[in-house]
């Protein structure tokens, strides 16, 4: 049995910026909605929405019949949750506040077995290894898997190519919203010292020779960072598409509805 590519691989093999979707709602039928929507990718979110192990692995199930690549971001950097939702499936995970190359190391640590890591073996149970249906699943996991480490503070711009330089990990993905959190400018990342500090942390990384992303809603800062080096960008998310369509219905038919432009990525 062969297994999909993971977004390593895509990123190789792609002459443009990958273009992807937020799924933060735990729904496996937005997900799916989302994977048949020709976007390249996908980020199911553990962190901030209400998605558990049981949620990732329908939503993994029901995203595996569509092109889209889909990317799950653990709750933190952790041996424990990366390794179950490892074993899950997930080919390519996201590790969030990762600020020191010895913090990336240890992701890298956690989601590879001994001797490189500690991964615990449980591939002839579990869906990453499809039940012992992959050949040589242990020997060639690094192949069937792709780690993605999260910048999204002042100093993890600072160690940005530090980071990145870490064997295994296979690139970079740049947090705006909580970037701009730590440097006391809560709620405001599309400021221009968020902006350049975003774009100085692409440089770092890109000087390491990695992949770098981002998530940006609003088309004009997609663009940007496309056009300052980013490889792979989060463009909407499932509740905010779902959101902004709601009140722009109520607004169709009843004039008097709330208006007013609401804060977004």
């Known amino acids: 049995m062969q297994l999909p590519v993971t977004l390593r691989h895509r990123l190789a ?94 992701a890298v640590a956690h989601a590879s077995y001994p001797p490189r890591g500690h991964r615990g073996v449980g591939n002839a149970l579990a869906r990453s290894g499809r039940w012992n249906r992959v050949d040589d699943y242990l020997a060639n996991a690094a192949e069937y898997t792709s780690l993605i480490v999260q910048i999204e503070t002042a100093e993890g711009v600072e160690n940005a190519e530090a980071i990145a330089s870490v064997d295994g990990i296979d690139g970079v993905f740049v ?33 390491a020779g990695k992949p770098v992303g981002v998530n940006a809603f609003v088309e004009s800062a997609a663009r940007g960072y496309v056009d300052a080096g980013a490889r792979f960008v989060l463009v909407g998310a499932d509740v905010g598409l779902a959101a902004r369509g709601a009140e722009q219905l109520a607004r169709t038919f009843l004039p008097a509805a709330d208006g007013d432009a609401r804060a977004s990525y």
């Open 13 to 106: 093999d792609s002459d443009r910026a990958l273009y992807g979707g937020w799924i933060c709602s735990g729904s496996p039928v937005m997900a799916e909605i989302m994977a048949g929507s020709g976007l390249d990718w996908l980020m199911i979110d553990m962190e901030h929405g209400p998605v558990g192990l049981g949620e990732t692995q329908a939503m993994l199930q029901v995203a595996a019949a569509y092109p889209a690549t889909t990317v799950v971001r653990v709750p933190a950097n952790d041996a424990v949750w990366i390794k179950q939702v490892l074993d899950l499936g997930a080919q390519t995970i996201m590790v969030p506040m990762v600020s020191t190359a010895a913090e990336a190391e240890a």
């Open 175 to 207: 947090g705006p919203s909580d970037l701009a959190a730590s440097m006391g400018l809560l709620g405001r990342q599309t400021h221009p010292d968020v902006v350049a500090a975003v774009e100085r942390a692409f440089a770092g990384v890109r000087a």
